[in-house]
């Protein structure tokens, strides 16, 4: 397996809030890497610098083969384009159709705007339908997307981020705003997907126990340093607690 993302020494700086410090990592294709930490640890930063959304003050940052800090704008917009990106709020336009939300999915792909699902080429709604399918949201394809429920919203966002045939994925605190029944099917749905398109998915968190039961590997990020980065699998509870503090309030110790 290669690596599809690789951080060497990013330092992200706003002013004088450093929100990276110093990053090292590498993402081998197909992994789920969850990134775990406290609000303001950086996560939300790390995951912009993948897709060149912000670009790193020292440091560089490769994904796909491309190095972010040299692309130009033409390589960076294809880039993007092979990067998908779902969001704790979904981002949906709540007037839509489930459908057509879906669709705007292909936008990146197409040429000029498009008002109303039929102006999607035929090929575009039915992966789109397949998609929805995927996500078992079929019967709601022609609802409101304003009608869904937070759950059925996000694996709408998700339905759109595959119509983009993304080779990774970045998930921003997906489930943060869902109650915890609909956040384990949303964990699950990715785990599910990633699997079956050998999709890298990065994704943060922060919930230990989302992280440990759904994710591949454990990045705990304080104060924008990595400060654990470690295998989900086989971890027992006192490791958990480990996890946490690393994360949450103990002196820096990479694992
Ligand atoms: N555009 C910006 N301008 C100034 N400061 C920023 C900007 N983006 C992030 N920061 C700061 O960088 C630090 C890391 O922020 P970031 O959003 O990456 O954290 P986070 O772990 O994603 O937090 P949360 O869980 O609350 O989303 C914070 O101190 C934040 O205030």
Known sequence: MHDVVTFHRVSKRFGATVA?????LSVPEGQIAVLLGLSGSGKSTLLRHVDGLQRASTGSVSVLGTDLATASGTRLRALRRRVGFVFQQFHLVGGLTVLE???????GGLRGPRLGLFTYPKRVRQEALRHLDRVGLTEQAFQRADTLSGGQQQRVAIARALLQRPEILLADEPVASLDPESAGQVMRLLREISAERNLTVLCSLHQVDLALSWGDRVIGLRSGRVVLDRQAAGLGRDEAMAVYSAVASVPAAVA
């Open 20 to 24: 990276l410090d110093e990053v090292s």
């Open 101 to 107: 939300n879906v669709c705007t999915g292909a936008l």
